[in-house]
């Protein structure tokens, strides 16, 4: 079987995603044209999945590089399950397929394979990506996210997208897809911030029985170079658990998070892992996670790294706050952060929450068995603060414009 087959899950639509995505979202001041040759680097050692997004402004990089790994014999452009993403600027019903064709045009591409709700904050359609008022102020806009889902449906049906999911959403924002009246589509994925410090217990917990794959971005704890990454947030890669588990396993810390991501649903289609890197040993290293197990054991002191920590920010206010058909709240609001929950995928007492004490033990052992017998049967192992950002408490223009977009942000759970 064709080893990228078999390292792919399929998804609710029945199409097949591989379960190793290439990320290529990059700080700023990074040139673009390191991206045009990230993803071919990416391509030639084995990358079949890239992620980009409207929002990334590199969507004409990745496309020639795709088209040059095509021209070459690398890879046919239909062998690459390429996602892109809806941006706010787009969210009224009669823009999302413009945004779309937009992203197409760039990359010279007819469709793409996933196409994603980028973050659930629309905001008033304009050039800019962060349209503002004339005291700097984000303007976001009033948009029933249920048109929005029909108008994504729309570009399932005219073939410009294969599949459709969501990015940054909350249960309830993912229930409230799930029970619109109508729905013809439910979202494949919600591709969501996890990582070892922030496992996502109780989304995933709410993805799986209704077969929606949980995407992990910033699986490798995300660049602290990013202007929205929380400059407080410890280094993943250097947790010293981290760290003592990869020089057991005689790998790298990152390969061991994103084995953590790929092994926990046991080649069932649970969890697929993004992973970003510019330097070709990395982009190399990163791919190199089929071929090794991390113990149950291990997987069990890694769920307990959780401390629902973001790279990310956290939330000013809960998602409950935004409604399918309420207008996005405009910052200043008192934060009522939910407090963390501590709590283990696996559904194991957590040593930081009395409230999982007495929680069923999970199937970690049973999930890695499971995967160890699908990676030999497909002819593959798969392997094996609550504070505002830092950077966003500096008064600048960008950052106060960061500060209100994210403050708008309703955040998965
Ligand atoms: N939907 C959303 O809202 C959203 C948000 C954020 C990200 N994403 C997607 O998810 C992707 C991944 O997330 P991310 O880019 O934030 O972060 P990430 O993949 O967690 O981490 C990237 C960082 O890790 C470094 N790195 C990569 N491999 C490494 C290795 N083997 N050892 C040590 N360091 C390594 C990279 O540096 P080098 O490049 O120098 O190797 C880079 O600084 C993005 O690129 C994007 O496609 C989506």
Redesign the pocket.
């Given at each position: 079987m064709d080893p990228v087959k078999a390292c792919s899950i399929k998804l609710n639509d029945g199409h097949l995603m591989p379960m190793l995505?290439f990320?290529?979202?990059?700080p700023g001041e990074v040139a673009k044209s390191n991206v045009e040759e990230a993803v071919k680097t990416a391509i030639s050692v084995g990358y079949r999945h890239i992620?980009?997004?409207y929002l990334?402004l590199n969507e004409d990089e990745i496309g020639r590089a795709i088209w040059k790994k095509n021209a070459d014999g690398t890879v046919k452009t239909e062998d690459i399950f390429y996602t892109s993403?809806v941006w706010g600027t787009f969210f009224r019903p009669e823009l999302v397929q413009t945004g779309l064709d937009t992203s197409l045009r760039k990359l010279g591409l007819s469709y793409v394979n996933l196409y994603?709700i980028?973050?659930p904050a629309a905001l008033k359609p304009r050039e800019e990506l962060f349209p503002k008022d004339k005291d700097g102020e984000i303007i976001f806009d009033t948009v029933d996210f249920g048109a929005t889902w029909e108008a994504v449906e729309k570009c399932k049906d005219s073939g410009l997208t294969k599949s459709i999911g969501v990015?940054?959403f909350s249960c309830r924002q993912l229930e409230m897809i799930l029970n619109k009246p109508g729905l013809k589509y439910k979202p494949v994925c919600n591709?969501?911030?996890c990582?070892p410090y922030l496992n996502q217990s109780k989304l995933l917990e709410f993805c799986k029985p209704k077969d929606i794959v949980l995407t992990a971005?910033?699986?490798?704890?995300?660049?602290s170079?990013?202007e929205w990454?929380n400059k407080n947030t410890p280094a993943l890669?250097k947790d010293p658990v981290l760290k003592a588990i990869a020089e057991k396993h005689r790998c790298?810390?990152?390969?061991v998070a994103l084995s953590f991501q790929l092994q926990w649903g046991g080649g069932v289609g649970v969890v697929v892992a993004?992973?970003?890197?510019?330097?070709e040993k990395?982009?190399q290293?990163?791919f190199q996670v089929f071929d090794f197990l991390v113990t149950p054991e291990d997987m069990e002191t890694l769920d307990g790294l959780n401390k629902n920590i973001r790279?990310?920010a956290d939330p000013p206010f809960p998602s409950s706050s935004l409604d399918f058909t309420t207008p996005i709240p405009r910052t200043t609001t008192t934060p009522q952060v939910e407090p963390p929950t501590h709590r283990r995928r696996s559904g194991a007492p957590c040593r930081q929450s009395r409230e999982c004490a007495g929680a069923p033990r999970g199937p970690a052992s049973e999930i890695l068995r499971r995967r160890r017998g699908l990676g030999s049967q497909l002819g593959c192992l798969p392997a094996h603060r609550q504070s505002a950002p830092s950077c966003f408490a500096e008064g600048s223009q960008t950052c106060t414009v960061r500060r209100q977009l994210w403050a708008a942000r309703a955040w998965p759970s």
């Open positions: 995505g990320g290529t979202s990059a992620d980009s997004a990334y993403k994603l980028h973050f990015s940054n591709q969501v911030e990582h971005y910033a699986a490798l704890g995300s660049d170079r990013k990454v890669l790298s810390p990152a390969q993004l992973a970003k890197s510019f330097n990395r982009i290293e990163n790279c990310f």
